[in-house]
């Protein structure tokens, strides 16, 4: 995408093929939880794990160069959250926190699509017709929806921008009301809750760190646009699973889906089959110990 892209936003993150624009980044997420588990799954020292390091640092660099901040963002999340999972390491955590807002200071300076972002993010009213106009119609679109909603098709998407991708949590919450955005929150951290509890539950560290990866990347991913939409953190123009219009994004948020189904079924099986070798253990010393006790029997007979 860095030479071939469709720039759309100030990022340059698609690619055309066939008529359909293909957002490579989406399908990383997915290879950056099965490296990042694999890798860690094993305790190692510092030393170590430097090849990750520098693989994250390159991964989260590619995507900066195409000025997909958003997307450089949820790498990072993927990575700082599957490390301290597996190694409790708060030092690097620090650091690469501290790496991360020295990069933002930087791509703040370098791109200007993000320094409209911020300015407004904080305030869009002082230019409402041009840096301002998505947060403050966002917004809008939000409070005229009220708790109930304006109605299915009721809603102003001519005002809306991007009402099919960044900003349709926006809509869905002027169309069907707050409770509704709400309720779709709620869905989100059933999620985290289900995702967490799969980890929790698998005595295998590398199929926990991947439960946990898929959790982050997909839960994560939604908070940070919704955040945005309603004005809590700058936008960053990620997409809502499962809600965005996009079929990279549809397809990625299915295949988290599946990693996470895939390890629930096998620690099912793996502690069906744990259960059943301690079953045979039991009964295998108990029919020893009645052999022990029959011969001692005889003996005293």
């Known amino acids: 995408p860095i030479i071939f892209g469709k720039e759309t ?20 997420k997915i290879i950056l939880v099965f490296v990042f588990a694999s890798w860690f799954r094993e305790g190692k020292k510092f030393r170590e794990h430097l090849p990750v390091y520098i693989f994250a640092a390159l991964t989260v660099l590619l995507v900066v160069l195409q000025r997909d901040l958003g997307a450089a963002l949820l790498y990072f999340y993927i ?28 791509s703040y300076h370098l791109f200007s699509h993000i320094r409209v972002r911020v300015e ?39 005002v ?25 929150i709620g869905l989100y951290a059933m999620i985290v809750i289900r995702g967490v509890s799969i980890a929790l539950r698998s005595k295998n560290p590398y199929k926990a760190l991947l439960a946990f990866g898929a959790t982050v990347a997909l839960t994560l991913q939604a908070f940070t646009i919704i955040g945005g939409v309603i004005k809590m953190i700058p936008l960053t123009g990620v997409t809502m699973p499962f809600v965005s219009y996009g079929g990279s994004s549809m397809v990625t ?11 629930a079924i096998g620690t099912k099986d793996d502690n069906d089959e744990e259960d059943q070798n301690e079953d045979d253990i039991y009964k295998e010393d108990e029919y020893e110990e009645n052999e ?5 029997f005889e003996e005293g007979v």
Request: glycine fraction near 12%.
């Open 9 to 28: 936003f100030g990022a340059r993150s698609w690619i055309p093929i066939m008529g359909y624009n293909v957002q490579p980044s989406e399908f990383v």
């Open 79 to 106: 990575f700082i959250f599957v490390y301290y999972v597996a190694t409790s390491d708060w030092i690097i955590v620090l650091l690469a926190g501290g790496t991360a807002a020295l990069g933002s200071i930087i």
């Open 120 to 158: 407004a993010w904080k305030n869009p009213w002082r230019d409402i017709e041009n840096k301002g106009y998505q947060i403050a119609h966002s917004l809008m679109a939000i409070s005229s929806g009220g708790l109930i909603g304006t109605g299915l098709g009721l809603g102003s998407p001519q």
């Open 160 to 184: 809306v921008p991007a009402f099919k991708t960044d900003f349709i949590f926006a809509t869905i919450c002027e169309e069907f009301g707050i409770i509704t955005g709400f309720c779709i």
């Open 253 to 263: 948020s299915l295949a988290l889906v599946g990693v996470l189904e895939g390890v």
């Open 292 to 296: 022990y006790e029959e011969e001692t």
